[in-house]
């Protein structure tokens, strides 16, 4: 707010005013302002039209003053305040704190002779942490019933209003409506009861679960009209289900045109007495893998006399008609057994059958027997590759002859690493018994990284022979070793005045580069003590003869201002390349 409205020391008042005809600036200053992209408020500076702010006038004593109306009657006096506690979030104070209550419902059941309702028992959680709730139903075996998690960890409505459950809610005797289910809690576990008394929280007595009356009838045994069983059905299915007697055993199908012996497996199935044989299928059999040999049933091992002449390829024969079944007695390891026409030598059982044996049947002897392996298979046969042809290298030859669709060589990526451009250059003359190669001088490259050997002939003026590469970058073999194991050329082989042999061609090796005394010096553990000796001979020659010695070593490229560099390409490269196979 500017001041000149009051100079005069007038009330603010309609007609008490006087504009100042002298003023013709009215513009009202700017009370935003941007800094970096955003727009922030800004205190102005002056009024409208440049005119001083009343704020800017006012002093402390004088001015201010005026704007108290009234003298505060109230003292405020200093209090002491004590140590401030740590807030801790109730995620971490009840983090895994769970309360728990165990409940039961009732579910009605319809049109049933043997029951009209059944009692269900579930366990009630309540997480502390955020006051939701899970109901889980303890799973029962063979009950037929589908069990486990009812209702998952979620906030639970207790009225219409959708209001969640508390655990102030919860007590013991009471009944839980949840989703138009009625569940009875009847007790508690120790932590649930020390939380709701350390809360002033009295609970109720805990109440006993009902029974279950289906479950109740069960137990009473139930009249029978009928002589009773020997044997108990129920109980064997009770106690033996899932147990199983596995024999391993072998088949001689001597009769069928392939002919051979099988391995099989014989199941025994303590549940109900009945027997399955599969098939071990063997990679490369030229069988199908059809695992079932014979489908699971009861195997008759006696027959009744006047049925024993009954056609049972028109008929199966029920059980009225055996006498006597197979039994766990009639298999032990090392006998043979016969089933369905079939002989099976059982030659061994697993660790699960040899306990049930010495537990049931102490007196069998279920000891392993020795089976002996079966020679001269398709399997057992050495694998034999053809002669290497010529073409290309041994290493991609040789997987035509490994899977049907070959795939290139694993290379030595971490020698290629270690060894790249690493090159050994040595220089040579053609041993020869022709008179016009005695002037014929080259450079042997030997690569580091992948053991490859290159050849490049010097050019000589008017000799009539065109130079460039004489041979591509390629692994040499050694003379006298065989296509399918060769012996490649290494760097300890390459001594001076040793005849290096390629596809052939004899060459003598006359000098070095400076480099290869210091690479084989490094690695002297792996090169022969004449090799070095040779080199070492060569180039302290070269450095008494020549005085003072080039650091890189004899040239080997004078002939050649480019250089025999193996990896660099000629422009007459199709016309220089002899190579010989």
């Known amino acids: 707010m500017s001041w000149n409205w009051n100079r005069h020391k007038l009330p603010f008042l309609p007609g008490y005013t006087f504009r100042d005809v002298t003023k013709s600036s009215f513009h009202r200053p700017q009370t935003l302002g941007y800094k970096n992209g955003y727009a922030l408020p800004r205190r102005p500076t002056s009024g409208i039209g440049q005119d001083p702010l009343l704020s800017d006038q006012l002093t402390p004593q004088e001015d201010l003053s005026d704007f108290s109306f009234e003298v505060p009657d109230i003292r405020y006096d200093m209090y002491e305040r004590g140590p401030v506690e740590d807030f801790i979030p109730a995620h971490v104070a009840l983090d895994k704190k769970v309360l728990r209550f165990y409940a039961y419902f009732e579910e009605t059941v319809l049109y049933s002779p043997e029951e009209d309702r059944r009692v269900r028992p579930v366990v009630v959680y309540y997480y502390l942490e955020d006051d939701s709730m899970a109901i889980v139903e303890p799973a029962v075996e063979n009950s037929g019933i589908p069990q486990g998690k009812r209702i998952k960890r ?31 809690v009847t007790r508690c576990d120790t932590f649930t009861r020390e939380f709701m008394e350390s809360q002033g929280i009295v609970l109720n007595d805990p109440e006993p679960t009902p029974s279950d009356p289906y479950i109740q009838r069960r137990k009473t045994p139930q ?27 072998l088949w001689d199908d001597v009769d069928s045109p392939s002919g051979g012996t099988r391995s099989v497996t014989v199941q025994y199935f303590l549940v109900d007495d009945t027997v399955e044989i599969r098939e071990v299928h063997q990679p490369n059999s030229g069988r199908d893998s059809f695992p079932i040999l014979m489908r699971r049933q ?23 008609e055996v006498d006597e079944y197979y039994s766990p007695k009639d298999f032990q390891v090392g006998q043979t057994v016969t089933l369905l026409g079939r002989a099976f030598l059982l030659y061994d059982c697993d660790a699960f059958t040899r306990d049930y044996y010495w537990k049931n049947h102490p007196d ?34 040789l997987q035509n002859c490994l899977s049907l669709i070959p795939e290139p060589p694993k290379k030595n990526v971490t020698k290629m690493l270690e060894n790249s451009h690493k090159v050994l250059r040595y220089s040579a003359r053609l ?28 050019p000589a003026r008017n000799s009539g022979i065109i130079g460039g590469k004489f041979l591509e970058k390629t692994r040499v073999p050694k003379p006298g070793s065989t296509i399918q194991n060769p012996e490649f050329y290494s760097p300890a082989d390459f001594a001076i005045g040793s005849t290096v042999e390629v596809f052939g061609h004899r060459f003598v090796l006359t000098d070095a580069d400076r480099y290869v005394m210091t690479y084989l010096q490094s690695v002297a553990g792996q090169i022969p003590g004449p090799t070095l000796e040779s080199l070492q001979q060569k180039l302290g020659e070269l450095t008494t003869n020549e005085g003072p010695e080039d650091p890189n070593g004899p040239n080997l490229n004078e002939s050649n201002p480019n250089g025999p560099n193996p990896n660099e390409s000629n422009p007459n490269e199709s016309n220089q390349i002899s190579r010989l196979d």
Request: hydrophobic share 30%; with cysteine; proline share 8%.
């Open 154 to 184: 979620q906030q639970l409505p207790k009225n219409d209003r959708g209001d969640p459950y508390r655990w102030k809610d919860l007590n013991l005797a009471v009944d839980l409506r949840v989703y138009g289910v009625n569940y009875h």
């Open 223 to 249: 009249p029978c009209h009928l002589t009773p069983s020997d044997f108990d059905r129920t109980q064997q299915f009770l106690t033996l289900d899932r147990k199983v007697l596995r024999f391993f055993a």
């Open 298 to 320: 009861k195997l008759p091992k006696k027959v009744k006399p006047e049925s024993e002449n009954f056609p049972s390829c028109v008929l199966e024969i029920s059980s009225a």
């Open 364 to 397: 069998m002897e279920m000891n392993p027997i020795d089976v002996p392996k079966k020679t001269g298979g398709l399997w057992d046969k050495k694998k034999e590759f053809p002669p290497y042809n010529g073409f290309g290298s041994l290493e991609d030859s």
């Open 431 to 458: 041993d020869s018994q022709n008179p016009d190669d005695d002037g014929r001088r080259f450079v042997l490259s030997y690569f580091l990284s992948n053991d490859m050997i290159s050849i490049f002939e010097k």
